[in-house]
Structures are given as structure tokens and as C-alpha cells.
């Protein structure tokens, strides 16, 4: 699959944003808390959510889909192995991991492989491991799998995690729901998504306090029930779709419904220090662009600071404004991928160990690039639309794309921009 973009098309109008992918994939994981029926609506139709009702399945869940809509029940069916998450799943998406938790917390036992996703970056899983260890399990590592067994019941557990990890907290606060006593977790992450599953565990029964804040307190129960929750807008495609609009210098603006101003702040902060014109409402966000933008240094740090996964889309803006800014990645070390790309269609950018230098440019080139990860492919996209004058960019392997945009093209086309899908 490739993705054909003509540039020079000044984005305008109204672009409804889809349900957090960062949220409903841990939110899908967490029905396997519980034999009872849960009911997740605005979840987005991704690939990586595909997967996930994919790995329920196999965990013994059924799963109907109706639009954005995804009913989970438990399958009575007698299975073997459910704690046992085979390679297959394991290797296509990093929040695979996730099933760890839930996993301890029903059988006692997981038994999953290395997970996989995109490659942009070790992103080691040891915290995740030391969290569970903290309760008793026993952790085997070998042959590429992790294996984990945790029969032991503590009273009390308290948990400092050396780094604030999105994963190891959801996963740890999805164990701990379940675990009798009292679980505390000190610098937990503090993401939206994070309070976003708090809040569907406390739908379900369960008793988590401070989710959002730097300690976290869970009280186990014994049995967790079903509910009904609407999964949060999706923050990063929102930001993709603010930066667009400065990067296709959108005079008349664009309007993002269904989205959560107060999850942004930092991000809309940096866009007005641009020169942005920036209005929020409630669930609204409008965004108009000068004709001229002012570079701006950024540095991505965990929520609430600049997010990493809008590094590669800011990068592209940097490029077409004049003049010298420096982006610093702190979270992953493997996250520049698409600027060699990027340097095929003219930009100016140099990488020096976790800093990029970005001398902007008046205009640059169409290509044939190739994207490497799921934002660098949105940053690719972002790069096609602002070259002038209709030049054709052609973006390969955008497969990467579907695991956490939804059909971007054709929200970009109800904007103005020409962008079309082919099949190779």
C-alpha cells in the first residue's frame, strides 16, 4: 500500500477526531478481568485494535463490532492454556504486554513472548517485570518468552517506578485490581489514557484513587464486573490534525470536534507560541495559521510535557518555517527514522544524539520516501502537503499508518488536501 499526496492545498473545515488507540487497547485488555459483558463505545477501527479483539479471542472473549462500537463477553467454551499468548500476537503491536496483568490476576500464571510493534526504540519491559515482582511473582526469561507465576497474596505492596511508564502502570493497576491489600504506585505516569482506564476499572468495581496524579492507590477486590464506557478522544491525532494546519499555513482554519482541549495544553501552548490563532471549546478546538510562523524548540517529556509521539509531525513544521529550532527527543532513542526521508524532499534538518537542528526552508520537494513507524508516517503525510505548487509525494509502506490513524486520508480530504491510497 502507498499513499499519493499532491501539496499546496490550504486545509480548511470541520475534521471529527476518532477515539484514543492509547486507550482502547488497554480498556479491551481489561475485560479480561472480569467473566462478565462489557460494552466499549468510540473505539477507533484500527489495526492494532483488530489485533487486540484478535488476542481476546484466543484468551477466550467473545467480540461483536458495530461501528465504534465493541461488545465483549466471556466464552464458556472450554479452553486450554488461556494465561498462554502465542508469538503471533505478541510480535505485532507493543501493547501486547498489557495482557500481563490480567493475565496473574486470573490464572496465577502468564506466559507471553517479547512484544513487538514499532521500531523506534528498545523500550525495555524490565519495569513492568520489577512491578510484578514486587507482589511475589517468579519471572523466567528465556527462549524469547516471559513467563510468570505469582500465587502469593501481600497485604501491602509499594511501588516506586524508577521511570513514569505508561505501560507498567496501566498493566501493574490492572494486576492490582485484583490483588488483595493495598497496592501503592509512586511516579506513576500521569497520561489521560491512564485516568482513562482508571475509570473504566472503577465502572467495573474496582477501587483505584489518585489515577493522574504521581502516587496511585488500588484496593483489591475479589471479582470485577461488566460495564459500559466511551473511550476518550484521541490526543495525538488531534495534534497531527492542529499541526497540519500550521504546516499547510491555513488561513481560514480548521475546526477538530469530539476532542478534549484540556488533554492538549502543551501541545496548543507551543502551536500559539508559532503564531497560532488557537480557540477551544469543550470538545472543540479552532485553528487558523498566519502566512508567517515563528520556529519554536520543543523538548518531548512524559504528560504533561510534549509528546513524543507528535516529535516526528513537529519536525515537518519546524521545517517550513525560517529560521533555526531545536527538538530534543528524551523518550526514545531510535525516534528519528523519517528525517532521512524528509532530508530526500529538501529539508534542512541535522541529528546530533537526541537533538535534532532544524534550519526551516521556503519551499522543498516531492519525493518518494518510505515510512518507517506509525507517526513518522503521519509526518511523512504532513511533509507531502505543505510541498507547492500540486508536487506529487509518493509514501510507501503506510501499513504502519492503520495501526493508529483512522482512514486519515479521508478526514484529510474533507479539508482540501488531494491524498489518495493505492494498492500496490
Known sequence: MRMIVYGGNKLH?????????????????????????CKLYNV??????????????????????????????????????????????????RASILVMGPLLARYGEAVISYPGGCAIGLRPIDIHIAG??????????????????????????????????????????????????????????????????????????ARIQNAGEKTIIIEGVEELNGTEHTIIPDRIEAGTFLIAALVTRSTEGITLLHTNPSHLTTVIEKLQECGANIKTDNDKIFISSPEKLSPVDIETNPYPGFPTDLQAQWTVLMATIPGTSVIKETIFENRFLHIPELLRMGMNIKVYNQTVIVQGVEKFSSATVVATDLRASSALILAGLAVPNNGKTEILEIHHLDRGYERIEKKLRKLGAKIYRRKD
Open 44 to 93: 477507533p477501527k484500527l489495526l492494532d485494535v483488530e489485533t487486540t479483539t484478535q488476542l481476546l479471542k484466543m484468551m477466550g472473549k467473545d467480540v461483536k463490532i458495530t461501528g465504534h462500537t465493541i461488545y465483549i463477553t466471556e466464552d464458556h467454551t472450554p479452553a486450554k492454556r488461556k494465561h498462554v499468548l502465542p508469538f503471533e500476537l505478541m510480535s505485532k503491536m
Open 132 to 205: 510484578f515482582q514486587h507482589f511475589g511473582a517468579n519471572i523466567d526469561l528465556s527462549k524469547g518468552y516471559i513467563h510468570a507465576k505469582c500465587k502469593k497474596r501481600k497485604k501491602k505492596v509499594h511501588i516506586v517506578f524508577r521511570y513514569p511508564s505508561v505501560g507498567a502502570t496501566e498493566n501493574i493497576m490492572m494486576y492490582a485490581a485484583l490483588h488483595p491489600g493495598i497496592t501503592v504506585i509512586e511516579n506513576a505516569a500521569l497520561e489521560p489514557e491512564i485516568v482513562d482506564l482508571a475509570t473504566f476499572l472503577n465502572k467495573m468495581g
Open 13 to 37: 473545515g470541520e475534521v471529527e477526531i476518532s477515539g484514543a488507540k492509547n486507550s482502547a487497547l488497554p480498556c479491551l485488555i481489561a475485560t479480561l478481568l472480569t467473566t462478565k459483558s
